[in-house]
T-cell receptor, first 114, second 110 residues
Framework: AAGVIQSPRHLIKEKRETATLKCYPIPRHDTVYWYQQGPGQDPQFLISFYEKMQSDKGSIPDRFSAQQFSDYHSELNMSSLELGDSALYFC?????????????FGPGTRLLVL | LAKTTQPISMDSYEGQEVNITCSHNNIATNDYITWYQQFPSQGPRFIIQGYKTKVTNEVASLFIPADRKSSTLSLPRVSLSDTAVYYCLVGVYNTDKLIFGTGTRLQVFP
């Protein structure tokens, strides 16, 4: 079965640079979520989109922005990168099918800021 | 969202049954209980979800007592590949975000 696709899988940037992470949800999934997981930490919710509109917002820095496009893929844009942004970034997708919503996670993008 | 408390770590041996208990004393009427599994450097994977009593699927069972203040994830006959972090999450049905607490690191030995 098709899964959530994230690209790139690995990314190395320098401080103050920008980065764009992409997420392609499972076909027919209309909701996308972004999570950040720092080294040795638990995943933290950043932001989510439903039908191309922002549906919820968590602890996402103002330096970050995201959007969902007409084909339902999503991009997380990160500017003025800091060392502390080094983390695994997961995208998850879901759809309300039969009343139950399960989030399916992608393999993640490992971002290293030097 | 209700706060959850789980053991930080557990050890087991191959072939044994593992039970991981999660406390959620402040669970609300509309809250569901969901468990995820995460391997190192991989995205969390949905295991099971329930509201009350018992739920079973091909991977695990979830036991929820009547007061719903705790829940127990049961993994039958674990193998080495079950070594992972297990997260218990409590949230409103169909809520947008998942709030991860500190999961339980399960180590399975041969």
């Amino acid at each position: 079965a098709a899964g959530v696709i994230q690209s790139p899988r690995h990314l190395i940037k320098e401080k103050r640079e920008t980065a764009t992470l992409k997420c392609y949800p499972i076909p027919r999934h209309d909701t996308v979520y972004w999570y950040q997981q720092g080294p040795g930490q638990d995943p933290q919710f950043l932001i989510s989109f439903y039908e191309k509109m922002q549906s919820d917002k968590g602890s996402i820095p103002d330096r970050f922005s995201a959007q969902q496009f007409s084909d339902y893929h999503s991009e997380l844009n990160m500017s003025s990168l800091e060392l502390g942004d080094s983390a695994l970034y997961f995208c998850a997708s879901s759809t309300t099918s039969g009343g139950q919503e399960t989030q399916y996670f992608g393999p993640g993008t490992r971002l290293l800021v030097l | 969202l209700a706060k959850t408390t789980q053991p930080i770590s557990m050890d087991s041996y191959e072939g044994q049954e593992v039970n991981i208990t999660c406390s959620h004393n402040n669970i609300a009427t509309n809250d569901y209980i969901t468990w995820y599994q995460q391997f190192p450097s991989q995205g969390p994977r949905f295991i099971i979800q329930g509201y009350k009593t018992k739920v079973t699927n091909e991977v695990a069972s979830l036991f929820i007592p009547a007061d719903r203040k705790s829940s127990t994830l049961s993994l039958p006959r674990v193998s080495l590949s079950d070594t992972a972090v297990y997260y218990c999450l409590v949230g409103v049905y169909n809520t947008d975000k998942l709030i991860f607490g500190t999961g339980t690191r399960l180590q399975v030995f041969p």
